[in-house]
């Protein structure tokens, strides 16, 4: 059984880890538990479903930071896309990644977390934002009723027309999303009006993460219109 993956066109030239979504998301939010991406994937794609209740199921074991390791050697990418679907759940599977990190130090590894909202988790977490070769953003959403400070932010856009409706904005919010920059794959698809269906079709060359690297850096804010 192969845990990572290595096939997602937005990410290009790196390898991704996910989970099932949902039930590994304590910090999950209002606004994401009504637009969940993952949580309509798993159901129209029975593959992903069954990959990320093994992959749940296989990172609660003990040979999870061991079968990592063999993988990550194996596929030799730069970068590590931690949790494409899911998120950090409990400490002791937080502590799996940062021993990860320490025993891959030339990988870069990334990921956003709403984990952060879930008080016991905040340390376990901050450890792991802080080490040399991660890159941990604080995912944020208009339902949301506060801004974590002293992390990098990934902004869902308070401009989204469905999100207004639903959603009351508040300056700080408004501030923050006005201080980052616009997320550069979906920048790249909405100046060049693509649609995801004609890049696969046409084999369109489009800006991947591991080109872009602004998340993989952890430097700046970013936030993300959707489609
Ligand atoms: S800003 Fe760059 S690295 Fe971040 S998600 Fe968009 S393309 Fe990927």
Redesign the pocket.
Known sequence: MNLLTTHNV??GNMVAFSITPVITCPGKSKWCEKYCYSKKLEKIRKSCRIAWENNYIFSQGPEFVEKINLELKYHDRPYCRVHVSGDFYINEYIQKWIDIAKNNPTIKF?SFTRSYRIPELVEKLEELKDMENVSLLASVDPSHDYIPQGWKL?IVNEKRERTIKSFPINDEYQRVVSDS??????K?IEDNGLTYKQIKKDKIPI??????????QGKKN?H?NGK
């Open positions: 937005k990410l990334f990934a920059i616009h997320c550069l794959e979906e790249f800006m991947t993460c591991s080109k872009c690297k602004v998340c993989i970013v993300f």
